[in-house]
């Protein structure tokens, strides 16, 4: 089963979309608080699915996503961004910056596995 | 201000002849006069200001760490209440089982009593104890005991699965009051700006640039974050994601 890391300064975001991705059967999760953390846990222990919020200090999502993008070995990693910033440009410049996919804040539980199932799906169709 | 400055401008003003540029002079000073005091009030208040601030920096802090743990206990508590009504559905699945085998069970009983059944008229004996057994099937049958529990169980996991996302007002919250802290702090820097300048006479200070880079960078907020229904918002997100898709 693919691991995904989880990563949001707060606990109470992390909790709370762990406890959605258990309900739809996702057990190997992994957490982590920023983008510094999210790049240590990466590299220690591997994921294959990254969701990130944007605004967290030290390293923030948007700086992750560019991160991943430019390390060989998780350029393809899909990345699913939960972000309050719901502005067009946001969307905009998470898009440049290869986010896979985009999610407001407040979520749903089902608009968080629909998101998932678009990138699984893509990500099928490019191995295909 | 220096009270010796003024003081020595009035004994200059003094020496001067009297004429107009000397009122003047004498006029400015005792202006001086009026406004030193009146500056002094001001600086003692932007001073008291400059103390009070960090402590309501701090309170918000703490605002935002109470507000976290206690949802964080929330959130713990409808963990333990969706594991309980899991291990529930697991207990009722098996009941449903044992159920229909008892159903099936008394149905062939019932059936072989029947049939052990010989003469027509009286109902034997075997014959009641079948009538009987057919009884207790049809209760078995008529009863939505199960099907309720399973609809109550179902609804109260959706329920508690609701009450956890709404706690995503948490961090919401959490970025809206990071955000006044973020301008508490920032009026802060500004008014140790104007105490700098009181009492270096205009210098500034390289560590209020230091201090203003550093708010930047302690501070992960969003400014507009809102806890609203991001129907709309997501929509609209959609439709670039598609977009930037369809490039591809």
């Known amino acids: ?44 222990e591997g994921a294959q699915f990254v969701i990130t919020d944007w605004n967290m200090p030290e390293m923030n999502g948007l700086e992750l996503a560019k991160w991943l993008r430019s390390n060989p070995q998780f350029e393809n990693i899909p990345i699913l961004m939960i972000t309050t910033r719901g502005n067009k440009d946001d969307v905009i410049e998470a898009m440049k910056a290869r986010v896979n996919n985009y999610i407001v804040k407040p979520f749903t539980p089902q608009g968080l596995k629909e998101k998932i199932d678009q990138i699984m799906k893509s990500v099928e169709l490019k191995a295909a | 201000m220096d009270m010796s400055l003024i003081q020595s401008s009035q004994m200059a003003a003094e020496q001067f002849p009297r004429d107009n540029s000397a009122a003047s002079l004498k006029d400015f ?48 508590v409808l963990e333990a209440m969706t594991a309980r009504i899991s291990e529930a559905e697991v207990h009722l699945k098996r009941l449903k089982v044992v159920t229909q085998n008892s159903k099936d069970s008394a149905k062939k009983i019932a059936e072989r009593l029947f049939a052990s059944t010989s003469d027509a008229g ?127």
């Open chain 2, 122 to 248: 009286a109902y034997s004996s075997a014959e009641i104890t079948a009538l009987v057994v057919n009884e207790f099937v049809s209760g078995i049958d008529s009863s939505e005991a199960i099907p309720a529990i399973e609809e109550v169980l179902s609804k109260t996991k959706e329920d508690s699965m609701n009450i956890a996302m709404a706690l995503q007002v948490q961090d919401i919250a959490s970025q809206q009051i990071a955000s006044v802290a973020h301008t508490i702090e920032s009026v802060e820097v500004q008014l140790v700006r104007a105490l700098n300048r009181f009492e270096n006479g205009g210098a500034s200070d390289i560590a209020d640039d230091n201090a203003n880079e550093k708010l930047e960078k302690e501070h992960a907020f969003d400014v507009d974050a809102r806890y609203t229904p991001a129907e709309e918002r997501q929509d609209a997100a959609d439709e670039i994601v598609k977009q930037f898709s369809n490039i591809k």
């Open chain 1, 1 to 44: 089963m693919a691991k995904i890391l989880v990563v949001d300064d707060s606990l109470t975001m992390r909790r709370i979309v762990v406890n959605a991705l258990k309900t739809q059967g996702f057990d190997n999760v992994i957490e982590a608080s920023d983008g510094k953390d999210a790049v240590a846990k990466i590299l220690s």
């Open chain 2, 29 to 76: 000073i005792h202006l001086l006069h009026e406004i030193v005091p009146l500056l002094e009030n001001v600086r003692n208040s932007i001073e008291e200001s400059s103390l009070r601030i960090p402590k309501a920096s701090k309170q918000l802090s703490k605002v935002n760490q109470d507000t976290e743990n206690a949802t964080v206990e929330i959130l713990n």
